[in-house]
């Protein structure tokens, strides 16, 4: 029976906050799903509203962020979505698509959003209700940081939610990027009384070096704040884990000579660049994300990946000449992939009559393959399985798309749903609207093995499987080695 249908006891709930973003709340929370899981506790995440343009399908069709999927993950579960009710997917500076309880609700400013909050509190608070009730243990990740005084008074994601969860928090730093005691210092000292009260300890992160030099520091941080620190997680290489943001996918390029070279375009709304993770197991691959128009004449590869404004994007495009250098490789031959909003730009035209991603209803794209799109006010969310048409591999993904695209004069990538991706064999290009092709191990294998040929290298023979769960286990286990759980338990009560 789950703890909270007693009327004497809630749900015991841990909620890992930060003190800025890209800290790793979102790795740690699914850490720690795995741990209680592992344990043998019925657990599960919770974040009651994320701003991404990573997101995931539902087995429901709904959408969420990519965050609460691997979190779900962790804890042995299909993701669903009252784990993430509130998805804010921006795609300009000032607005985002609003996505709630999974489908797309408006496009909101942030003052529109601020003006509905009663609103979208009642949902997130109906949506953990309805979670806790379901489990013995939530996991909650909070966003950005509960210290920032100027978004305290609409909060409904840090403190306000671990309220409503009578959650215990833990407040964890990057001692990476440096002043990580003076965060957790300041942070208290700006919180009122009952926000203290609810901060169960610190956690230092990605720490590099011997952990006994921060003994002092953290004697002194406990003498100032009341807070224990309970625990230094080390710093792990080569985790190969889907990122919650884009801040960190720069970082995952190197200078190694003799690879497959994969050139992704980060333009400005890219999303879903978790689509390219897969390669990072490929001991012969190389991926970089970049905006340089000599990184594209230098690559074998050229990707463009999803994106929220496709409008704006493209104008970036033909702004920073990438859309020259990518017509004349790919008259050249050299290899063009889109991914989603990536095969709409590969394409001829862009048609929004019900504006529903820009106040523009037509937007001339890079006019490589005779496709034309329109946007429809309905999103395609779903998981799709088909056949590769050339390879005859299975491949497996999910759409999340506003836009249907008709082709003319172009063949069907696949051999069922032939509007999932098409193909221009004449100038070497594709794309598909399926996110996380690449994900599947045979037509991945088979598609690296045309490029090693194409490149004079020898061909793979061993098919490496890309699987997550071995990254969580040794995520799982750093964590656990390195945090004093008998504490949490002991704060936890379970």
């Known amino acids: 029976m789950p703890l909270n249908s007693r009327k004497d006891k809630v749900t015991p709930a841990l909620m890992v906050q930060g003190t800025g973003s ?71 500076d000032t607005s985002s698509q609003c996505i709630l309880l999974g489908r797309p609700y408006n496009e909101w400013s942030s003052k529109d959003f601020l003006r509905s909050k009663e609103k979208f509190w009642q949902t997130i608070k109906n949506s953990y209700n309805k979670i806790s009730s379901e489990n013995n243990l939530i996991i909650l990740e909070g966003a950005g940081s509960p210290g920032e005084i100027n978004l305290k008074k609409n909060d409904m994601v840090n403190m306000k939610m671990a309220k409503h969860a009578r959650a215990k928090v833990l407040l964890a730093g990057d001692i990476d990027k440096g002043g990580v005691f003076a965060s957790f210092i300041g942070h208290i000292h700006v919180m009122e009384k009952w926000e203290r009260n609810l901060i169960a300890g610190f956690l230092i992160n990605k720490f590099r070096g011997d952990a006994s030099l921060l003994t002092s520091a953290i004697k002194k941080t406990k003498a100032y704040t009341s ?50 993770d897969a390669f990072y197991i490929e001991p012969d691959v190389e991926v970089f994300f970049t905006r340089k128009p000599n990184d594209l004449m230098k690559a074998d590869v050229i990707v463009l990946p999803g994106s929220k404004n496709l409008r704006a994007d493209v104008k970036w495009l033909f702004q920073h000449n990438l859309a020259e250098i990518i017509l004349q490789l790919a008259n050249q031959k050299k290899e063009v992939v889109g991914i989603c909003g990536g095969l709409q730009i590969l394409g001829e035209t862009i048609f929004d009559p019900g504006k529903v991603e820009s106040l523009q209803e037509h937007t001339k794209a890079l006019g490589l393959m005779n496709i034309k799109t329109e946007f429809k006010t309905d999103k395609i969310l779903k998981r799709t399985t088909t056949i590769h048409k050339e390879s005859s591999f299975e491949v497996t993904g999910y759409e999340i798309h506003h836009g249907i695209s008709k082709a003319e004069n172009v063949s069907s990538l696949f051999k069922q749903n032939s509007s999932l991706g098409y193909k221009n064999n004449e100038k070497n290009i594709w794309g598909t609207y399926l996110h996380g092709i690449f994900d599947s191990d045979l037509f991945r294998h088979w598609w690296l093995n045309k490029k090693r040929k194409e490149k004079g290298f020898a061909l793979s023979l061993k098919i490496n499987k890309y699987d997550i769960e071995p990254e969580i286990n040794k995520l799982a286990e750093v964590v656990r080695e390195n945090v004093n759980m008998k504490e949490i338990y002991a704060i936890l009560n379970i």
């Open 22 to 92: 890209n800290v790793g709340k979102s790795l740690l929370a699914a850490a720690f799903c795995r741990i209680f899981t592992d344990d043998g506790i019925n657990t599960a995440p919770f974040k009651a509203q994320n701003m991404s343009l990573n997101s995931f399908v539902t087995a429901n069709n709904e959408e969420v962020s990519r965050s609460i999927a691997l979190q779900a993950k962790a804890c042995r579960k299909d993701v669903h979505v009252n784990m993430n009710p509130v998805l804010l997917k921006p795609n300009s």
């Open 227 to 276: 807070v224990p620190t309970l625990g230094i997680v080390p710093y792990i290489n080569n985790l190969n884990l889907p990122e919650e943001d884009g801040m960190s996918v720069y970082q995952k390029k190197s200078s190694r000579k003799n690879k497959i070279h994969i050139a992704v375009i980060s333009y400005p709304y890219m999303s879903n660049f978790t689509d390219f």
